[in-house]
T-cell receptor, first 111, second 114 residues
Framework: AQSVTQLGSHVSVSEGALVLLRCNYS??????LFWYVQYPNQGLQLLLK??????LVKGINGFEAEFKKSETSFHLTKPSAHMSDAAEYFC?????????FGAGTRLTVKP | EAGVAQSPRYKIIEKRQSVAFWCNPI?????LYWYQQILGQGPKLLIQ????????DSQLPKDRFSAERLKGVDSTLKIQPAKLEDSAVYLC????????????FGPGTRLTVT
């Protein structure tokens, strides 16, 4: 069965600093990978996804992620954090109908 | 375009009571999902509908949970009887079709069982 591990349940960065949220997956077949963001009292919103092709994927709000098969990783990055980036971030892996989410990483941005 | 609608937004019940949640997906979306998100965890798929047929309900606790999607549009998720461990946010999502289509999530219903 596939699974997702997000390293670090809480990440705190200063405004303007690099954001790095880590995600490792396990899958018996080539994975489809996703990052979602969840703001307080809202549903999840898709940031970006990897299916096939280019391993560096760009998403909304300046985020990007790189699929590294050799490391089974799909880390999310943003060069410069904004206060508005404070939220919960979820990595997910999908195989056919089976979508598995990680436990989430709460990002705090300090002024 | 209107998003996925869910009601109620909050519900508090006592254990052993029953509760129902409603979801209205985005118009034209054939696939509908119900997820359970327990505090501190990621969402877990409970059931997936394609139109009004069930595609996957392998993680639905069928002794107490039930869901239906009559006419392939709105859906209801019911818990009867509720247990303390059912306290969670119940998220509904929809997508145009199955596969890799983007899932659009509703705001969720926060259930507290006391």
């Amino acid at each position: 069965a596939q699974s997702v591990t997000q390293l670090g349940s809480h990440v705190s960065v200063s405004e303007g600093a690099l954001v790095l949220l880590r995600c490792n997956y396990s899958s018996s077949v080539p994975p489809y990978l996703f990052w979602y963001v969840q703001y307080p009292n809202q549903g999840l919103q898709l940031l970006l996804k990897y299916t096939t092709g280019a391993t560096l994927v760009k998403g909304i709000n300046g985020f990007e992620a790189e699929f590294k098969k050799s490391e089974t990783s799909f880390h999310l990055t943003k060069p410069s954090a904004h206060m508005s980036d404070a939220a919960e971030y979820f990595c997910a892996v999908r195989n056919n109908n089976d979508m598995r989410f990680g436990a989430g990483t709460r990002l705090t941005v300090k002024p | 375009e209107a998003g996925v609608a869910q009601s109620p937004r909050y519900k508090i019940i006592e254990k052993r009571q029953s509760v129902a949640f409603w979801c209205n997906p985005i118009s034209g979306h054939a696939t509908l999902y119900w997820y359970q998100q327990i505090l501190g965890q990621g969402p877990k798929l409970l059931i997936q509908f394609q139109n009004n047929g069930v595609v996957d309900d392998s993680q639905l606790p069928k002794d107490r949970f039930s869901a239906e999607r009559l006419k392939g549009v709105d859906s209801t998720l019911k818990i009867q009887p509720a247990k303390l461990e059912d306290s969670a946010v119940y998220l509904c999502a929809s997508s145009l079709s199955d596969g890799l289509q983007e899932q659009y999530f509703g705001p969720g219903t926060r259930l507290t069982v006391t």
